[in-house]
Each structure stands twice: as C-alpha cells, then as structure tokens.
C-alpha cells in the first residue's frame, strides 16, 4: 500500500512486494512513495540505532565510573605507600662517622727513625 497517490519512479525502484535496502531508504529525503513495510523499516531502524546508542552510553559512563574508582584507589594506595616510606626513612638512625677509639690512634712522632 503506498502513502501517497503520487508515484515517483526513482522513489519506488524496489522490488514488487519486498521492501527496498535500508540503506536506500535511508537516502531518500522524503516518505512519499515508501510503503508503510518500508516507513516501518526505518522507523524500527532508528529505534534499534538509538536503543544501541542509549546502552552504550550508558555502558560507557559505566566504565569511566569504574576506571574513577580504580584510579582513586590506586590514589590512595600510592599516598599510604608514601606514608609508610616516609616513616621508615624518619626511623632510620643518620649514618655516623665511624671513628676509631684512641687507642688504636698512632702517634708518628714516636717512631723512631733508625
């Protein structure tokens, strides 16, 4: 059944019976000559596309809501890290000369030289 009583042989190409490619339906700029099978064709189309648009939108927010968590996790692993690596530098005794006790000092002037 056509929707209109107008009929336009470029807009009506398909085959008798069986409604034309979506793709070209899709290229047409008006609905004028498509039957109602193909009307529904492409209304079905842009609910599936936007269907498919919606969830992976959704999908992705998802995602990024998770990669967020994960990132502030590893935030504030990476700051009690600091934390405990710092203390245990502030632990650490300074290093010291090490400095012989006096009596293994030698006094050159009392080696006699002969």
């Known amino acids: 059944m056509q929707t209109s009583e107008v009929v336009n042989p ?5 085959i008798v019976g069986f ?8 290229l047409l700029d008006t609905y004028q000559g498509m039957t109602d099978e193909e009307i529904n064709l492409i209304i079905d189309f842009k609910i599936t596309r936007e269907r498919a648009t919606q969830e992976h939108m959704l999908l992705a927010a998802k995602q990024i809501t998770e990669m967020t968590e994960k990132i502030e996790i590893e935030r504030d ?7 405990m690596l710092k203390s245990m530098i502030d632990r650490c005794k300074p290093i010291q000369t ?3 006790p006096k009596s293994l000092e030698f ?3 009392e ?4």
């Open 19 to 26: 409604p034309r490619d979506i793709n070209e339906l899709l």
């Open 77 to 83: 692993s990476c700051k009690n890290m600091e934390s």
């Open 111 to 114: 080696i006699s030289h002969g």
């Open 10 to 14: 470029e807009i009506t190409q398909g």
């Open 98 to 100: 090490i400095v012989p």
């Open 107 to 109: 006094d050159c002037t």
